[in-house]
């Protein structure tokens, strides 16, 4: 199994600049996490969807990021436009049920943002 | 407030000894806590999960153990080597709400030969 696939794995933009994430989740996992993880913190939690349905966005700043998760599969987030305190690492997690007790929560590799 | 803090905040240790990572937390209704293992660019990668029920729980080298009453954590790393330098880091669940991970900032181990 392929486990969670994140693209691409690095990233550099100039600020204001836009620039967007994408995330397969594992097979069958109907509940889909975006992370960011500043150097030497863990990661803060942007937005969770169950299926194609956004339950928690409430750390996710509207007024430049935004996300979607058509057919309740694959994801994508989005910055536009980016700002230099946005470089950090962002991560796709997966799991079935949206329940951590339930299942396998597996985090992606990430991608590692830069904004110059 | 829920939180999860970890000590020490980094850590470097000998190729072949042992060593022990700590994690306190105040999270409740208490579900589960887990360590990840996060390589520098990589996502964490889970090593163990434990529930309230649960003292001891071993992965090959890495041994956890819980305190469901003190509300301590800790990892206990044996033998190490040089792919054990990570940052390791402690997840506890809550039973309710949307947002129940609660993520501790990580001990960042190097293993120096």
């Known amino acids: 199994e392929a486990g969670v696939v994140q693209s691409p794995r690095y990233k550099i933009i100039e600020k204001k600049q836009p620039v967007a994430f994408w995330c397969n989740p594992i097979?069958?996992?109907?509940?889909l996490y975006w992370y960011r993880q500043n150097l030497g913190q863990g990661p803060e939690l942007l937005i969770r969807?169950?299926?194609?349905?956004?339950?928690?966005d409430s750390q996710l700043p509207k007024d430049r990021f935004s996300a979607e998760r058509l057919k309740g599969v694959d994801s994508t987030l989005k910055i536009q436009p980016a700002e230099l305190g946005d470089s950090a690492v962002y991560l796709c997690?997966?799991?079935?049920?949206?329940?951590?007790?339930?299942?396998?929560?597996?985090f992606g590799s990430g991608t590692r943002l830069t904004v110059v | 407030k829920n939180q999860v803090e970890q000590s020490p905040q980094s850590l470097i240790i000998l190729e072949g000894k042992n060593c022990t990572l700590q994690?306190?937390?105040?999270?409740?209704?208490?579900?589960?806590l887990r360590w990840y293992k996060q390589d520098t660019g990589r996502g964490p990668v889970s090593l163990t999960i434990?529930?309230?029920?649960?003292n001891t729980k071993s992965n090959g080298r890495y041994t956890a153990t819980l305190d469901a009453d003190t509300k301590q954590s800790s990892l206990h790393i044996t033998a190490s080597q040089l792919s054990d330098s990570a940052s390791y880091i402690c997840?506890?669940?809550?039973?309710?709400?949307?947002?129940?991970?609660?993520f501790g900032t990580g001990t960042r181990l190097t293993v120096i030969p």
């Open positions: 997840v506890v669940s809550a039973q309710t709400g949307a947002n129940n991970l609660f």
């Open positions: 434990m529930t309230f029920s649960e």
């Open positions: 969807y169950e299926n194609e349905e956004a339950v928690d």
């Open positions: 994690c306190n937390y105040t999270v409740s209704p208490f579900s589960n």
């Open positions: 997690a997966s799991s079935l049920f949206g329940s951590v007790r339930d299942s396998g929560y597996t």
């Open positions: 097979s069958g996992h109907n509940t």
